[in-house]
């Protein structure tokens, strides 16, 4: 089974372009994630989907930011403009678990990451 | 609001040594998951070990253990008989509200642990 994966590895713009990170789950997972670490700092969540539905996006930093799971499979988020502040190692993940479950761990699986250079 | 913290920004510990990375956690939930996650130089994030907050049982998996102290509000990870591939970094997270929409996980800035031979 595919794990996680994210696309570019690496990304390298300057400040006031447009980036667009991809992430495709593990097949069947209907809960996907993003996260972002800037540099030194713990990992932060961004928001959540389930499906295609934006189940919370509490922690997207301001409007230019916008993610997008058309369809329920995979996940695009675009950072317009990116400005230098920007710059960290975007994860994604994702989990089969559904609410109510009996699902112990609810784990999220992965993706490696997206190293975003603002310059 | 939830947090983790962890203290240690760098251990280092030789090779077949135990060592000890250290996490507390703050939540005014009284139903929470805790993970560990390691991430070595690759890049990649890879869950090692969960204890959900009801369990009894500290949790163990191969050469990590959890030692879930809930009083004390700690989940330090135990890592046994250390191998050079564990030179990693790694983080403690928690994840409260084990039955509602809330799945985010909140993380700790991590942990680099060094293994020499």
């Known amino acids: 089974e595919a794990g996680v994966t994210q696309f570019p590895s690496h990304s390298v713009i300057e400040k006031g372009q447009t980036v667009t990170l991809r992430c495709d789950p593990i097949s069947g997972h209907d809960n996907l994630y993003w996260y972002r670490r800037v540099m030194g700092k713990e990992i932060k969540f961004l928001l959540h989907f389930v499906k295609e539905s934006k189940q919370d996006e509490s922690g997207m930093p301001n409007n230019r930011f916008l993610a997008e799971r058309t369809g329920g499979t995979y996940s695009t988020l675009k950072v317009q403009p990116a400005e230098l502040e920007d710059s960290g190692v975007y994860f994604c993940?994702?989990?089969?678990?559904?609410?109510?479950?009996?699902?112990?761990?609810?784990?999220?699986?992965f993706g490696p990451g997206t190293r975003l250079t603002v310059t | 609001a939830q947090k983790i913290t962890q203290t240690q920004p760098g251990m280092f510990v030789q090779e077949k040594e135990a060592v000890t990375l250290d996490c507390t956690y703050d939540t005014s939930d009284q139903s929470y998951g805790l993970f560990w996650y390691k991430q070595p130089s690759s890049g990649e994030m890879i869950f090692l070990i969960y204890q959900g907050s009801y369990d009894e049982q500290n949790a163990t998996e191969g050469r990590y253990s959890l030692n879930f102290q809930k009083a004390r509000k700690s989940a330090n990870l135990v890592i046994s008989a250390s191998q050079l591939g564990d030179s990693a970094m790694y983080f403690c997270a928690m994840r409260a509200g084990m039955n509602t929409g809330f799945q985010k996980l909140v993380f700790g800035t991590g942990t680099r642990l060094l293994v020499s031979p």
């Open positions: 993940a994702s989990s089969p678990g559904r609410l109510g479950t009996l699902s112990s761990s609810y784990e999220q699986y």
